[in-house]
């Protein structure tokens, strides 16, 4: 059953709000505690056992050492069992999207996302250079069809769009996830200064049953991959919300 917004959420109507930075360390602060100091309350994830809590930092695996082959071999097994649909609800392997080409592939925070508005943008601005290097812009949410379809209305975004409703590309890649690393002093400040430039959350997507029971807590990232399966290039884990790698050097690691 769907809860009321101001019990799902105290903190959002704050970060919602354009004058909210001044007030954000505060609801920082009272959801720290309430998460900290309780057992089992809202904030805590549904255990479940096919999954392991994420670390929560960034990453960017090294390329060559035979750690990193070792990894990426494992890795690559996990992606081959997981599957997204496009936006017309067709299945896709996920290593398909990478298997006969070279992508770029950004995992959002979920479709309603400000910061993955943002980060669109900021990737779409460079799909000419994408172009010419033969180079596929993608991007992958945690949410349904709908979802997609709703986001790339909103943004007009160029590159492909797919919709991963169980979350299964993001435990596979072990992406951070949970309130801690949503609610920071450096989100709420992005926040405030992406709204500024005009971007804007779009709530009813955020509130929608599965956001806010999940996604709404699950961090991102970005991949270069391909061609070959097992030929994964760069990943960049988002340590927080907002946590943005250097574009030039995700630019650099798909194009040069």
């Given at each position: 059953?769907?809860?009321p917004?101001?019990?799902?959420?105290?903190?959002?109507?704050?970060?919602?709000?354009?004058?909210?930075?001044?007030?954000f360390?505060?609801?920082?602060?009272?959801t720290?505690n309430s998460?900290?100091?309780?057992s089992?309350?809202?904030?805590?994830?549904p255990?479940?056992t096919?999954?392991f809590p994420?670390?929560l930092?960034?990453?960017?695996?090294?390329?060559?050492?035979?750690?990193?082959?070792?990894t990426?071999?494992g890795l690559?097994?996990a992606?081959?069992?997981?599957?997204?649909?496009?936006i017309?609800g067709?299945a896709?392997?996920?290593?398909d999207?990478w298997?006969?080409?070279?992508?770029?592939?950004?995992?959002a925070?979920h479709?309603g996302?400000?910061?993955c508005r943002?980060r669109a943008?900021?990737?779409?601005?460079?799909?000419e250079l994408?172009?010419?290097?033969?180079?596929t812009?993608?991007?992958?949410?945690?949410g349904?069809t709908?979802?997609?379809?709703?986001?790339?209305?909103?943004t007009?975004?160029?590159g492909e769009?797919?919709?991963?409703?169980?979350?299964?590309s993001?435990?596979a890649?072990?992406f951070?996830y949970g309130?801690?690393?949503?609610?920071t002093p450096s989100?709420?400040m992005?926040?405030?200064?992406?709204?500024l430039?005009?971007?804007k959350?779009?709530?009813?997507?955020s509130f929608?049953?599965d956001?806010?029971?999940?996604?709404g807590?699950q961090?991102?990232?970005?991949?270069?991959?391909?061609?070959?399966v097992?030929n994964?290039?760069?990943?960049?884990?988002?340590?927080e919300?907002?946590?943005?790698p250097?574009i030039e050097?995700?630019?650099k690691?798909?194009c040069?």
């Open positions: 059953m769907a809860m917004l101001r019990t799902i959420l105290p903190a959002t109507a704050i970060l919602a709000d354009e004058r909210g930075a001044l007030r360390s505060a609801a920082l602060a009272s720290r998460c900290c100091n309780k089992p309350g809202l904030f805590s994830r255990m479940k096919t999954r994420p670390p930092r960034a990453a960017s695996d090294p390329i060559g050492s035979s750690t990193s082959v070792a990426s071999e690559t097994g992606l081959e069992r997981v599957e997204v649909l496009d017309t067709k896709i392997r996920l290593t999207l298997r006969d080409r070279k992508a770029l592939i950004a995992f925070r479709f996302c400000i910061f943002k943008d900021l990737l779409a601005a460079k799909k994408m172009d010419e290097a033969g180079v812009l993608v991007l992958i949410g945690p349904s709908e979802q997609a379809k709703a986001f790339v209305n909103q007009g975004f160029k769009v797919y919709a991963d409703p169980t979350h299964s993001y435990d890649l072990n951070a309130v801690l690393t949503t609610f989100a709420g992005k926040i405030v200064q992406l709204y430039e005009g971007y959350q779009d709530w009813e997507l929608q049953r956001t806010v029971a999940r996604g807590w961090q991102g990232g970005i991949m270069v991959a391909g061609p070959g097992s994964i290039l760069y990943i960049h884990k988002d340590k919300a907002g946590d943005d250097d050097e995700v630019i690691a798909c040069s």
